[in-house]
């Protein structure tokens, strides 16, 4: 299985701050079509994880473009330009370049 | 825009059978991959398997002896059926489309606990 690792793995930021957080794959996510298979998801409490990026940095339907996403073959960023109130919450990536699909551990954002 | 809405029995005994359905609302029920993942608590998120319209599914090996992915077309649900169930199969478990590779829009969960 591929292994996904995030750091940090708490981030305590301030409001209009920016935030990044770094995920790195054990192995390469370039798929054999040419296209890398890494996703970014926000899950606050209580709810559903929800889509931010695909593909790396694409951006999903309605999510700001505060958030963007940068990377390529095992190395991968997470950037967030002015974190807001409700950035609050547990950010994950998720590869799905192979079999299984894997996770990494999450990112928890916090306000200072 | 496309809906899943999940429903299954929430409290089971170790050694039972954990089944769930997801309904899909909205869009293209072909075209897509539908998965199940869920979410010990307090934890993080584990991918369980996937299956398409057509039935072909894919499953993580570290459950695939115990899980069976369905799909039923003429009522747009997948189901989820894992069978001799443990204490460690105590999750939030969630359904979502994939689509892109990527899980685009998910069910509201449901807490499944196991315990004697």
């Known amino acids: 299985d591929i292994v996904m690792t995030q750091t940090p793995l708490s981030s305590p930021v301030t409001l209009g701050q920016p935030a990044s957080i770094s995920c790195r794959s054990s192995?390469?996510?370039?798929?054999?079509?040419?296209?890398?298979?890494l996703s970014w998801l926000h899950q606050r409490p209580g709810q559903p994880p929800r889509l931010l990026l695909y593909?790396?940095?694409n951006r999903f339907s309605g999510v700001p473009d505060r958030f963007s996403g940068s990377g390529a073959g095992t190395d991968f960023t997470l950037k967030i330009s002015r974190v807001e109130s409700e950035d609050v919450g547990i950010y994950y990536c998720m590869q799905a370049t192979q079999f299984p699909r894997t996770f990494g551990q999450g990112t928890k954002v916090e306000i200072k | 825009q496309v809906q899943l809405q999940q429903w299954g029995a929430g409290l089971l005994k170790p050694s039972e059978t954990l089944s769930l359905t997801c309904a899909v609302y909205?869009?293209?029920?072909?075209?897509?991959?539908w998965t199940w993942i869920r979410q010990p608590p307090g934890k993080g998120l584990e991918w369980i398997g996937e299956?398409?319209?057509?039935?072909?599914?894919n499953y993580n090996p570290s459950l695939k002896s115990r899980v069976t992915i369905s799909v039923d077309t003429s009522k747009n649900q997948f189901s989820l059926k894992m069978n001799s169930v443990t204490a460690a199969d105590t999750a939030v478990y969630y359904c979502a489309r994939e689509a892109v590779r990527a899980p685009q829009e998910w069910g509201q969960g449901i807490l499944v606990s196991v315990s004697s």
């Open positions: 909205g869009g293209s029920f072909s075209g897509n991959y």
């Open positions: 192995q390469s996510l370039v798929h054999s079509d040419g296209n890398t298979y």
């Open positions: 299956i398409n319209h057509s039935g072909t599914t």
């Open positions: 593909k790396i940095s």
